[in-house]
């Protein structure tokens, strides 16, 4: 009866191991169009840099990341001065999902990023 509790035990431990995923999601991030471009820079220590260009307008951001999922990561801003919030580079959306696709590829809002090789 033991051996089989233990052999049960052993097959469950280990097929739950098989299915976890981990996504390497440290680095950087880009994507490129005709009047758009994205570039996100996630760094061990959580801490990450959202840079959005849309046409003229250079939007940034910077803060922590939390991964609150297998395939979900959430980016928090930090908290803007008030130059900051008055200029047009301001990102009112303070606090995005991530949906990681595979170690290569990620989307924010509907745009897919690709890894940058380093």
Do not use: H, P
């Given at each position: ?29 880009r ?23 849309n ?18 990561i ?45």
């Amino acid at each position: 009866m033991i051996r089989k509790f233990i052999y049960i035990a052993f097959i469950f431990f280990t097929s739950c191991k098989s299915l976890s995923i981990y996504y390497d999601t440290q680095g950087e991030f880009r994507s490129v169009g005709k009047d758009y471009s994205y570039s996100l820079i996630m760094n061990e220590d959580s801490t990450f840099v959202l840079k959005q260009q849309n046409l003229d307008v250079v939007k940034m951001c910077q803060g922590k990341w939390y991964s609150i999922a297998k395939d979900t990561i959430l980016i928090n801003c930090d908290t803007a001065n008030t130059m900051e919030v008055l200029s047009s580079g301001y990102i009112t959306e303070r606090e995005k999902r991530i949906i990681v696709i595979n170690d290569k590829k990620i989307r924010i809002d509907q745009v897919i990023l690709k890894k940058v090789k380093n």
